[in-house]
């Protein structure tokens, strides 16, 4: 008498990955795809220091509306410092989708006390123009960090085999 026994295993693949990957870093605030975060009172240069990713580029009203409402008046990173009278995207914002987009408030630029050339926002996301020297709330901006992460399990089979 023979006897025969097979028996097999197989383990299938798992593939997990996470759907929500675009996240800020931790007391970061989000906004669209960029991350905002407070450093403090600073005056303009102290700031872009501060900032490793950029200073506030607003790209639109709503953004800027958004960053005022969450921070209160802060730098953006829009300055004459090159050449008086004409305002230009610095550092971080020259890369910026900004464009020809401006919002300043009325009368501004108004350079009323010389040397007005850093740029920061007002109430309702305004622009106004300041002394780089003036101690404002410095507010940094990062894109969102993209931390999707994939999980996979290997593909298994056993076969055994007895005869007797």
Same mark, same amino acid.
């Given at each position: 008498t023979s006897t025969s026994t097979t028996t097999t295993t197989i383990t299938t693949t798992t593939t997990a990955t996470t759907t929500d990957h675009l996240k800020c870093p931790a007391g970061w605030t989000r906004f669209r795809d960029l991350c905002f975060a407070g450093?403090?009172?600073?005056?303009? =240069?102290?700031? +872009?220091?501060?900032?490793?990713?950029? +200073? +506030?580029?607003?790209?639109? %009203?709503?953004?800027?509306?958004f960053v005022h409402n969450n921070f209160g008046n802060a730098?953006?990173?829009? #300055?004459?410092?090159?050449?008086?009278?004409t305002f230009v995207w610095s550092g971080e914002c020259s890369s910026a989708p900004n464009g020809s987009y401006t919002d300043w408030a009325n009368s501004e630029p108004a350079n009323a006390t010389s040397n007005e050339?850093? +740029?920061? $926002?007002i109430s309702g996301g305004k622009w106004r123009a300041e002394r780089c020297s003036h101690a404002t709330p410095c507010i940094c901006?990062?894109?969102?960090?993209?931390?999707? =992460? #994939? #999980? #996979?399990? %290997? $593909?298994? %089979?056993?076969t055994t085999t007895t005869t007797t």
């Open positions: 450093a403090g009172s600073k005056n303009f =240069t102290e700031c +872009v220091a501060a900032c490793p990713g950029g +200073v +506030v580029c607003p790209a639109d %009203a709503d953004e800027g509306a730098w953006i990173g829009f #300055t004459d410092v090159a050449s008086e009278g050339d850093c +740029v920061h $926002l901006q990062l894109p969102v960090l993209d931390t999707t =992460t #994939t #999980t #996979t399990t %290997a $593909l298994t %089979a056993t």
